[in-house]
């Protein structure tokens, strides 16, 4: 059975409303404990930053969005090239779960996951996982069949 929990890190509590691709920020809130607010403008920040000092595919297409009018907020999702020196930054560390050629090891279930405060990626999403109890504002596990690719824990 899997176990899921309406949690959407502050994220009401600062004013915001509505649907929103945020799950990024939303998860490094839920899951490092810290205020949404502040999470969702260090990366903002941190966005603006990478666009300006990289010159990569990745920092192409940031400004090109800013050219569009489009801001550097992680209101739409927040590029990985982004959001894990951000994360590492604030000691946590990658742990892949998935490799070229092996397919799928770990599920987005508790008992495929460690215990503790995990941000987890998945397809499409980030999630906070919290002693195997998803936070989220929707369950994303699929009845536990969603792969993850990996997560971050605390160093």
Wanted: glycine letters at 10%; aromatic letters at 10%; charged letters at 25%.
């Amino acid at each position: 059975m899997n176990v899921w929990q309406l949690n959407d890190g502050g994220r009401e509590q600062a004013g915001y409303k509505g649907l929103t691709g945020d799950c990024v920020a939303r998860s490094i809130a839920i899951a490092s404990g810290r205020d949404y607010q502040t999470v969702y403008d260090e990366l903002t920040e941190a966005t603006k930053v990478y666009a300006e000092t990289h010159n990569n595919r990745v920092a192409k297409w940031l400004r090109e969005d800013k050219a569009k009018g489009k801001a550097y907020t992680p209101r739409d999702g927040v590029y990985r090239e982004v959001y894990q020196p951000y994360l590492e930054n604030l000691g946590w560390k990658w742990v892949p779960t998935m490799f070229i050629g092996q397919g799928t090891k770990v599920h987005l279930k508790a008992d495929e996951l460690p215990d503790g405060n995990l941000i987890v990626n998945v397809s499409k999403h980030t999630t906070a996982v919290i002693d195997g109890v998803i936070q989220d504002t929707y369950d994303p596990s699929r009845e536990g069949t969603r792969a993850v690719y990996g997560y971050f824990k605390t160093a």
